[in-house]
């Protein structure tokens, strides 16, 4: 039985998936529309692909989830974890995790997505190998976190809150397991 199956099977359909792309939609056009009004917000083309790229991934990723089992706790996991890794790649482009951004911790921090998404696919989605795969990125978090401190206080100790996501995500999870088990 795959890892799909055992999650609690079935296909999650929902009336308001029209709503939740459409504020995605709305999410990408938002800086268009500030452009006309202030000068203070600048997007080239590039930037609003990047942005319709990130915000439809997580949409995407959100959509696999809902569609894998009807757990609401699996699905509240997933979408921690997928607001987690959302927060790194947007902080990561848009000013750095830890300083600027041209530095060696904006690609730990992306390790850090490598390390739940591989542990999450190593254990084929399960929702109890899944929680141990985000634990050990939100450890890994805060061990880049702490390792930045020195060089970015303020951004260390921010990198370190978002790094609860993934412990968030864990227990639900674990959650998702227990219930799963029954």
Partial sequence: MTGIAQSSGGHGGSRLRPFFWGLAALLVAAPLVAMQFTA?????????????????????????????????????????????????????????????GENNYTLLFLGVIGVAVGGAALARFRAAGTGIAVAVAGAAQLAVALSGYAADPQGAVMSAVLGGLWFVSAALFAIAARTTAR
């Fill in 40 to 100: 203070e917000v600048n997007w080239t083309a590039s930037d609003f692909l990047f942005a319709a790229v990130v915000i439809g991934s997580v949409g995407v990723a959100i959509e696999l989830a809902v569609r894998m089992t009807r757990n609401p706790a699996y699905r509240a996991g997933a979408a921690c974890a997928v607001a987690a890794a959302f927060a790194i790649v947007w902080s990561s482009a848009a000013v750095g995790m830890i300083g600027d």
